[in-house]
């Protein structure tokens, strides 16, 4: 560099040099030491904190390696500090708690569970460098035994005044440890057994509490995942979260996870990669998930028919599936699906028309009761606000609503691969990987999408090759039929093509 090229540099003095120094440094202890400003979660862990507002017992049910413990030390440190997010929509506590963190054995709950909220165990300055921040640190406290800087408890400081207590503990110690004084939150990460589950789901009773597990399934429907699986309660939700549930840009990449699955032993895939319970005979469906998947579609063509699959949601969430036909192969692409809970029918069907507006809809046989409200049959609701309703509820060509009977046309179809379902439609493919049988009848729990799938098979024969896209065509006067959205004698309906 000549001496004129060097006289162009700004000239920093060595208070303006100390000062840049001094700003990197502090940036560089506040990643360090303060994780929990900088953590932002995938889309099924944040949906995992949310259900914390409503529900007092959370199961996430996830893969190997997708980030559950991290986002159950996220939590446990919102609660125990006070910081939380702006876009925390979750349980909060507003004044200081009570916890226990819970794991296996005393050494995982301090390779695990401890380091990843307070840092690496035994390095004295790494204190700090896991989810809680270090400043509000008051006072860590060794567990007795022969687990080299394991802790026994802390305290921390809780932002609205006053200190937080948070204890570990594990499952060896038996349910006997887990008896005591009434607590406000309970993490348990990995599976605990069912009376140790009792005795903390005890404590948290006594204050308002909320107890969240995290873990992968290898134990298979134990009582502890059967009581998520197969008893309905309002006060309790299960999220299901697979290892193609880290998006593109996340802490895994698609060579990585293409690695990490095939390294798995093949009776463990399943419970190891996509968090599933290994449900034996009780499993609906069987095709493995990656026959069924595809890319979403980008082009459809004009002649290939589409419908939608609906269900009210009369007393559980509304759900919505839109089929499209390849018609000259017979293959059923789940392009689209929705499911809302708590929205009025306005929302409901604005969801649907932004995707298809004019696609017919099939709905269920509980669409002909009344609207406890308005008095209004319920389907005469929607179309009044422009839902393309079929004339009648979805029943087969012959008569009938069987449920078998499209659970078996379903799962034929996809042995023979003429189901794919685009792969970003995590929703509906949780709903199928936990559908299944109890003393031979189908669990009623989370299934909303696949009951406004099943509406798709009985009623494939009224699918219309109408275009997509958000804007309603205007409706035509028929002199065939009175009363319907759309002219179901047309000859330019496909009704012929899909008769059952």
Excluded at 49 to 75: D, H, P, S, W
């Amino acid at each position: 560099m000549n001496e004129q090229d060097s006289s162009n540099i700004p000239f920093k003095s060595k208070a303006e040099l100390a000062a840049i120094l001094e700003t990197l440094e502090a940036a560089v202890h506040r990643k360090t030491y303060r994780r929990i400003d900088f953590f932002t979660p995938y889309i099924k862990q944040r949906q995992f904190l949310e259900l914390g507002a409503t529900c007092r017992e959370r199961l996430l049910m996830a893969a190997n390696r997708v980030g559950k413990t991290e986002i159950g030390a996220f939590e446990a440190a919102c609660h125990l500090t006070g910081v939380y997010p702006r876009w925390w929509q979750g349980r909060r506590f507003t004044a200081p708690i009570k916890m226990w963190v819970c794991g296996e054995t005393s050494q995982a709950v301090r390779d695990v569970c401890q380091q990843k909220l307070f840092g690496e165990p035994g390095v004295a300055d790494r204190l700090g460098s896991g989810m809680v921040p270090k400043e509000l640190i008051v006072e860590t406290t060794r567990a007795h035994g022969g687990i080299m800087y394991a802790l026994d408890g802390a305290q921390v400081k809780h932002v609205s005044g006053g200190t937080s207590i948070v204890s570990f503990k594990s499952y060896e110690q038996g349910r006997e440890k887990f008896q005591g004084a009434g607590l406000n939150a309970i993490w348990f990460d990995e599976e605990p057994p069912l009376p140790i589950y009792a005795e903390g789901l005890t404590r948290i009773g006594e204050l308002d509490g909320v107890a969240w597990m995290t873990f992968t399934p290898l134990k298979g429907p134990s009582g502890v995942v059967l009581r998520f699986t197969d008893e309905p309660s309002p006060d309790r939700a299960i999220v299901g979260m697979t290892i193609d549930d880290v998006p593109l840009g996340g802490h895994i990449s698609p060579d990585a996870k293409a690695k990490i699955i095939a390294g798995y032993l093949p009776h463990e895939r399943e419970a190891r990669a996509r968090g599933l319970p290994m449900l034996g005979s009780g499993r609906i469906f069987s095709t493995p998930e990656p026959m069924l998947t595809e890319a979403p579609l980008e082009q459809v063509p004009a002649y290939w028919t589409k419908l939608w699959g609906i269900d009210f949601g009369i007393g559980h969430p509304f759900a919505a599936v839109l089929g499209i036909w390849d018609n000259d192969n017979d293959v059923l692409h789940i392009h689209h699906c929705i499911r809302l809970s708590d929205a009025i029918t306005l929302t409901q069907i604005a969801a649907m028309q932004k995707i298809g507006a004019n696609v017919p809809v099939a709905w269920p046989a509980d669409g002909t009761n009344r609207d406890p409200h308005s008095g209004e049959v319920i389907a005469t609701t929607w179309r009044k606000m422009g839902a393309k309703m079929l004339p009648e509820h979805a029943q087969w060509a012959e008569g009938g609503v069987s449920t078998e009977a499209g659970i078996a046309m379903w799962d034929e179809m996809e042995k023979t691969g003429r189901v794919k379902v685009a792969s970003h439609l995590s929703d509906w493919l949780e709903e199928r990987r936990m559908y299944h049988r109890k003393d031979g009848k189908i669990v009623k729990i989370k299934d909303d999408l696949m009951s406004a799938t099943r509406m798709l098979f009985m009623s494939r024969r009224f699918a219309r090759a109408v275009g997509l896209g958000g804007t309603a065509a205007p409706r035509q006067p028929s002199m065939l039929a009175r009363g319907v959205d759309f002219d179901v004698f047309n000859p330019g309906d496909s009704m012929d093509v899909f008769a059952s």
